[in-house]
């Protein structure tokens, strides 16, 4: 299984940015997949996971209402799209791919995107 992020960049305060990672390699039903960041200051930290079928999602709290996980099945691709962006959003996103179902084990991980959001 292969991941591939992309799509961050560079956006002010309140605006907005659509990550995209791009899964091959395999089936995916049965996985839970998610976005997680990692800031200099932290630990990689949980931002939000999409059980592949039927696409129960799940946020963190400090995304929700902003960030919203979805995927595209018939692409093998799964999204993030970020609004009302906060400085405090700047990091290093990675998607992650869980094949066991139980969010706890994520084997798979793509290659990080980098998100600055400036104030």
């Known amino acids: 299984v292969q991941l591939q992020a992309y799509g961050g960049g560079l956006v002010q305060a309140g605006g907005s940015l659509r990550l995209s990672c791009a899964a091959s390699g395999g089936s995916f039903s049965g996985y839970i997949m998610g976005w997680f960041r990692q800031s200099p200051e932290k630990e990689r930290e949980f931002v939000a996971t999409?059980?592949?079928?039927?696409?129960?999602?799940h946020y963190a709290d400090s995304v929700k209402g902003r960030f919203t996980i979805f995927r595209d099945e018939a692409e093998n691709t799964m999204y993030l799209q970020m609004n009302s962006l906060k400085p405090e959003d700047t990091a290093v996103y990675y998607c992650?791919?869980?094949?066991?179902?139980?969010?706890?084990?994520?084997?798979?991980w793509g290659q990080g995107t980098l998100v600055t959001v400036s104030s």
């Open positions: 992650g791919a869980d094949p066991t179902g139980l969010s706890h084990a994520y084997t798979y």
């Open positions: 999409i059980r592949w079928s039927p696409g129960a999602t």
